[in-house]
């Protein structure tokens, strides 16, 4: 099996940065792909970023510009960098692996993002 382990939020004021981290252990050759998703209080869990093991990057629209998501060559770290960070960024951030086969994603328990003057 994958675990993930998130780190790297905090409190930052407006238009500040932050990098988050995952980490991955476990099985990492079967994960096919990894994801950044965030969810804010009373809202339903949305997509910030996902990477494939070939590279290719999808971002939500809210955050296009922004982040940047990437990946260490070894695979088992996953970055999310945000720039110009605003209120609406904040959230709690989670990283999502999508497994190779039948077995279910898997997911961290998520670093609070919260971003306030």
């Known amino acids: 099996q994958v675990q993930l382990v998130e780190s790297g939020g905090g409190l930052v004021q407006p238009g500040g940065s932050l990098r988050l981290s995952c980490v991955a252990s476990?099985?990492?050759?079967?994960?096919?792909?990894m994801g950044w998703y965030r969810q804010a209080p009373g809202k339903e869990r949305e997509l910030v970023a996902r990477?494939?093991?070939?590279?290719?990057?999808r971002y939500g629209d809210s955050v296009k510009g922004r982040f940047t998501i990437s990946r260490t060559d070894t695979r088992d770290t996953m970055y999310l960098q945000m720039n110009n960070l605003k209120p609406e960024d904040t959230a709690v951030y989670y990283c999502?692996?999508?497994?190779?086969?039948?077995?279910?994603?898997?997911w961290g328990r998520g670093t609070q993002v919260t971003v306030s003057s």
């Open positions: 999502k692996a999508e497994i190779l086969g039948t077995s279910p994603d898997r």
């Open positions: 476990g099985d990492i050759r079967s994960i096919y792909a």
């Open positions: 990477i494939t093991n070939g590279g290719s990057r």
